[in-house]
């Protein structure tokens, strides 16, 4: 017997010994967790059941205290209600317009805020009443002294009273409500000023919000003295113990000390009616996983483990310089499939990248070689023109004299080799040299205007970038001087970049040309073999190159023309001294 046949037999009856060991386990933990769970539910509706309400009792409470604070005219309300302590004391409609102005803001503001309350009246001393409502009227002929809420509400002294929820006979055109009362009393004489009362719609207590499984858990509040007195319950009959013989699927807890008492509970079936069902279904999930395994595991094994080695031998043996080719593999729709095709084009990706890094190597070598060509005896050269200079100079013949200058000016730039990057202000006096002799040679036919900020002056710039526009502009612009041209030089930075603009008002370009420069930019340096090049990547095309090879391909040359009225080119190079 094979090796991994031998332990697929020892791992299968493994995994059925430890698989129908766990289900035990599992099966009475199961049981335990819903106990607990089911516990936990019923803890947790209660707490938020009971904190609502007493949240929401603690508000009523909360705005009656308002009736004893400032209104919204001189003095306070209990003030107000002072006058009217008198039994026999008549109330002019004046009074009531006053008391009620007085109470209007405060009453508004519970209306609006509190869109179950139906309404508030005050109940005076000698039983004249006004107020504030949402669609009911208060019976202004009921005479509550002789009712017993009325009397418990006197009894309780300032604290508050809550009525059961039915239908009250004194509130006109209202239904089924529950209403809170609160003697009203003067701080500072403790004498009865009257009563407020607060009207509510049953919804006050409306507990299906903290219900996460209204279908299976059940809520009642009810009086604490009367359970037939019920204000919440989204049961047909209010839930009691006698209902549950299982006692942890039922809590009863007294609540706003002892008003109230709130009952919640948890259909049984709720957690314990699929235990059966779930325990045949473990059992039939056992041991259809054991098959699989048994069918699953050798494939799996050849399948998996199999490529893996595979791929990691070829990786071994190759380090990454080769794709792997193994389309039996890298043709597959799952992971091992994407693990191919994924390393297929790693490598693929390392090589191009390593082939694009190699030619880039190879431009910037061109452009060496291309410079060093450009010194070719340049000192014999320079040397013979500060020659032609002296003669001239003796012979008085200052148009050779300023372009052997110049000249020489020119060849002693060229040939630095401190740095590639140089100050703009010596890139500037190089194209002043290089107008200078054009100037002399087309007969100042064109003019050179420079505005450059002395901040830019001393912004560092590769070397031997703006002569060429210079010439473009000469050469193709003015078409070498036929006709007179001007040719304007400026320069602007931002915080990152220098932006160096020539632009000329000479003859331009068709949109077809600058669609092919515009191209010629676009398109990638290119060096066909040593020592030889390819014209279209002299002048403009090399400036281009060139700031692309030394600061990346985000920065580098621009060119805009419309036919006869000019052309603009725009250089942008980082702000930086050093390359990165």
């Known amino acids: 017997m094979k090796l991994r046949m031998r332990f697929f037999l020892i791992y299968f009856l493994c995994s059925l010994l430890m698989l129908f060991t766990t289900m035990q386990y599992f099966l009475y933990r199961y049981n335990l967790i819903s106990a607990e769970k089911a516990t936990q539910m019923l803890e947790n509706t209660m707490y938020s059941a009971t904190a609502q309400v007493e949240n929401m009792v603690g508000a009523i409470t909360n705005a009656t205290y308002l009736f004893q604070a400032n209104g919204t005219t001189s003095g306070s309300i209990i003030d107000e209600l002072q006058k009217y302590k008198d039994m026999n004391y008549e109330m002019s409609d004046y009074d009531l317009y006053t008391s009620r102005q007085n109470i209007k803001y405060i009453c508004q503001t519970l209306l609006i805020s509190n869109p179950q309350i139906n309404g508030i009246f005050i109940i005076l001393a000698n039983s004249q009443t006004f107020g504030w409502s949402n669609g009911i009227d208060f019976d202004y002929k009921y005479q509550p002294a002789t009712d017993d809420w009325y009397k418990k509400t006197l009894d ?44 509510c719609s049953p919804d006050i207590f409306n507990l299906s919000s903290v219900n996460m499984v209204p279908s299976d ?179 008085e013949i200052e148009p050779i004299q300023t372009i052997s200058m110049a000249l020489a000016h020119m060849f002693r730039y060229s040939i630095k080799t401190q740095s590639e990057l140089v100050p703009l202000r010596d890139e500037i006096d190089h194209i002043k040299n290089y107008i200078s002799i054009q100037n002399i040679r087309y007969d100042n036919r064109f003019t050179v205007d420079i505005n450059i900020p002395e901040e830019c002056m001393n912004e560092r710039v590769l070397k031997l970038i703006l002569q060429p526009v210079i010439e473009n502009s000469i050469n193709h612009g003015f078409k070498r001087c036929q006709i007179r041209g001007r040719i304007l030089v400026e320069a602007g930075t931002d915080e990152q970049n220098l932006y160096i603009k020539i632009s000329d008002d000479g003859v ?62 725009l250089i942008t190079v980082p702000r930086k001294q050093e390359r990165n």
Do not use: C, W
């Open 156 to 199: 309780l002294h300032g604290r508050l009273y809550i009525s059961e929820l039915s239908k009250k006979d004194f509130f006109l055109g209202a239904d089924e409500s529950v209403f809170f009362a609160k003697a009203l009393h003067n701080i500072y004489t403790n004498d009865y000023l009257g009563t407020v009362l607060i009207d």
């Open 217 to 395: 858990i059940y809520i009642s509040l009810t009086d604490a003295n009367d359970p037939k007195s019920v204000y919440y319950s989204n049961t047909e009959i209010p839930i009691s113990k006698e209902q549950f013989s299982d006692d942890s699927l039922f809590i009863t807890r007294d609540i706003l000390n002892g008003n109230f008492t709130m009952n919640v509970a948890m259909n049984h079936e709720y957690f314990t009616g699929n235990v059966n069902s779930a325990t045949r279904q473990m059992y039939l999930v056992a041991l259809l996983i054991m098959a699989i395994l048994a069918l699953v595991y050798i494939p799996l094994l050849n399948g998996v483990i199999k490529p893996i080695q595979t791929l990691t031998n070829h990786i071994h043996s190759t380090h990454f310089r080769k794709p792997a080719n193994m389309p039996g593999y890298s043709r597959r729709n799952d992971e091992i499939g994407l693990m191919y095709r994924e390393y297929d084009a790693v490598v693929k990706s390392l090589n191009e990248y390593i082939r694009k890094d190699y030619q880039n190597k190879l431009v910037t070598m061109d452009a060496q070689m291309r410079a060093l060509e450009a010194q070719i005896d340049a000192h014999f050269l320079f040397n013979t023109l500060e020659t032609i200079n002296s003669i001239a100079e003796i012979e």
């Open 508 to 569: 331009g370009m068709s949109k077809a040309h600058l669609e092919s420069l515009k191209a010629l930019l676009q398109s990638k340096p290119q060096v066909e073999e040593l020592g030889k090049r390819v014209y279209e990547s002299i002048g403009i095309k090399n400036i281009n190159s060139r700031i692309q090879l030394y600061y990346g391909t985000m920065y580098g040359l621009t060119v805009d023309s419309v036919e006869n009225e000019g052309t603009t080119t």
